[in-house]
């Protein structure tokens, strides 16, 4: 329950929330290939961050659908991991690095099969002409995967947390990629459909379609 927004009297104003927190994510870099028909994700995620206060390890979470096949940093080279049954966490060692403070880029590579939670309908409301034409008949909608926040399709510290993002998106070539951001590139390479985007400025959730 908030009683007072205020700051007392002689206090500063300015707030920062992310002065509470140990790992601070600034940018994601994910390179995606999908494979929608299996249910196939198969991701690599470069993480640029800024450790506040020295740590052993880190605790990430990654839903358990995903087999983590490698976990490295620019910094410290390979790291030992462990998964976390069960809660969908990820346990990384930092190793030599333990104590750092400062700026840091992890690189995690997955992969596996995940079926993303579906997403609930809106109701869709049709005046005018539009009743007129379309009647009393249901609007059939393609199916869509959605890879939403609801469950951890990529690594993530904190769920509040807002971070740059730039993704490249591998799919076969009757699909489409859509997600928040600008749009930077869509082709045909080697017989499958690339997309990027870029998320700036930084978002809380990363979520394509």
Known sequence: RQ???YPREGRDTDYNEDETRPVDVLEHDLRLR???????LQAEDTMKFRLDMGTPTLRLR??????????SSLEGGQHLFFRIRHQDGLLVSLGALSGRIGEMTLIVRYSGLHQPAPVERGVMQRTGA?????GDEDVVLDPALVY???????????????????????LPPEYMALTGG????????????IVGYVQDPPSKYITPA
């Open 34 to 40: 999908f494979d929608p028909q299996r249910f196939l």
């Open 182 to 193: 600008q749009r930077t590139r869509t082709g045909l390479q080697g017989g499958r459909n």
């Open 62 to 71: 990654l839903h358990e659908d995903f087999t983590v096949e490698s976990v």
């Open 3 to 5: 009683i007072s927004l």
């Open 130 to 134: 539009d009743s007129d034409i379309a």
């Open 148 to 170: 939403s926040n609801r469950t951890a399709w990529y690594p993530q510290f904190n769920a509040d947390d807002f971070a740059l993002a730039r993704l490249r998106i591998d």
